[in-house]
């Protein structure tokens, strides 16, 4: 499949489209999914245009997994999960709905169901709050 440079993601790389932004480097953004399946819900999407994981150079395959990790371990650290989902899908049908490699990191609490994926826009506010307790946990 062709990258598409007018996807979601590519749109917000490039500044054409808000998000709440929780971390970035050189090589990738971490940001607050907008129809989150949990509470602290974070996406890392690399910078490098690639559709699934496949097609991604090995240093930005690397940058996006270092990225992750210091996301997942903020995530932890700022909300106090019981445990911690960190996901990655390649093609529609293994569930990836937007065409541009990207890590889901969610957190996990016993007894608490995930909302379903890409469903809800969740509120901005509640979005934001979120972001500033897992900004002030990242290293």
Not at 79 to 97: C, K, M, S, W, Y
């Amino acid at each position: 499949m062709s990258y598409d440079n007018n996807n979601p993601f590519a749109k917000i790389l490039r500044g054409e489209l808000p998000c709440v932004k929780v971390a970035e480097d050189d090589a990738t953004i971490a940001i607050m999914d907008l129809m989150p399946q949990a509470d602290g819900h974070v996406l890392v999407i690399p910078k490098e245009a690639a559709v699934e994981i496949f097609e991604l150079s090995a240093d930005a395959a690397a940058a996006a997994i270092r990225m992750t990790q210091r996301i997942a371990l903020a995530v932890r650290a700022a909300l106090e999960p019981d445990g911690v989902f960190i996901g990655q899908f390649n093609g529609r049908a293994a569930g990836q709905t937007v065409p541009h490699v990207h890590f889901h990191v969610i957190p996990r609490w016993e007894g608490t169901e995930l909302r379903l994926h890409a469903r809800e826009i969740a509120p901005a506010a509640t979005l934001e709050a979120l972001a500033q307790k897992i900004r002030a946990r990242f290293v």
